[in-house]
């Protein structure tokens, strides 16, 4: 199933914004190259989803996906989601599961009515992962047992261990604006429900440079490279091409 993503917000912008210039995102892919630890019957890599463990009682595996979005224009002040990262948490049998794993997005995008100036961007985001013992009391979380998060046994904890910030900024018509993928949303950790599919999003933000709040700091080693663009655009901005 693909994502397709909406931009209900822009309409609630007021008419003057609606000149303003527009950031359209498109094609953003994952696929995961490597996994941590020696899970049991490993399944997927180079793929959007990934599974691992031998099942408990005959059940799935535990597994990553990535879903990300088809195409989303956005307005400028918005934020928007470009992919949903998902554990599907099954039971596993102790022992056999991954310990981290790492996810390659890529994406391209482009600014206003120049589809022909696309800029392709990749990243790699490297996750930690913490396969709890179901029946712990208290949970890893320091919860109980059968309760919230850990209502059919204990939750496992999934870390973004490399979360990079990407920051470009575009000068159209004398107006700067700035393009950040601000990451996957987990706060601190994850904590995932046992028996089922756990999800959280990648976001991103356009906005006009008066708006601008202060920028986001990358981490050392965020990996993201630059590809070859398919248009004329530059790395660090360019003007629209005249009528």
């Not at 913490?130 to 320091?142: H, V």
Request: aromatic share 10%.
């Amino acid at each position: 199933m693909k994502l397709a993503l909406a931009t209900a917000a822009a309409i609630a912008l007021a008419p003057a914004a609606l000149s303003a210039a527009t950031l359209t995102v498109t094609d953003v892919t994952g696929e995961w190259i490597a996994l941590d630890g020696t899970p049991a019957s490993p399944d997927g890599l180079g793929t959007s989803a990934v599974s691992w463990g031998t099942p408990w009682n005959g059940g799935p595996q535990s597994g990553y996906e990535f879903e990300g979005a088809t195409s989303t224009a956005n307005l400028p002040n918005t934020d928007f989601v470009m992919g949903i990262f998902t554990h599907n948490n099954n039971t596993i049998t102790a022992g056999t599961s991954i310990t981290g794993a790492t996810l390659r997005v890529a994406f391209s995008f482009f600014i206003d009515t120049a589809p022909g100036d696309i800029i392709t961007r990749i990243a790699e985001f490297r996750f930690d992962h913490n396969e709890t013992p179901n029946g712990a009391e208290p949970c890893a979380d320091g919860g109980a047992n059968g309760a919230g998060v850990n209502v059919n046994g204990c939750a496992d904890e999934v870390t973004v261990r490399t979360n990079p910030n990407y920051r470009e900024a575009f000068e159209i018509e004398g107006v700067r604006y700035v393009f950040d993928v601000t990451g996957f949303q987990v706060g601190s950790s994850f904590w995932t429900t046992e028996r089922r599919s756990n999800a959280t999003q990648l976001t991103g933000r356009f906005t006009e440079e008066a708006n601008l709040a202060p920028a986001p700091i990358p981490l050392p080693a965020a990996g993201w490279m630059l590809l070859a663009a398919l248009g004329a655009a530059g790395a660090a901005g360019f003007r629209r091409r005249g009528a």
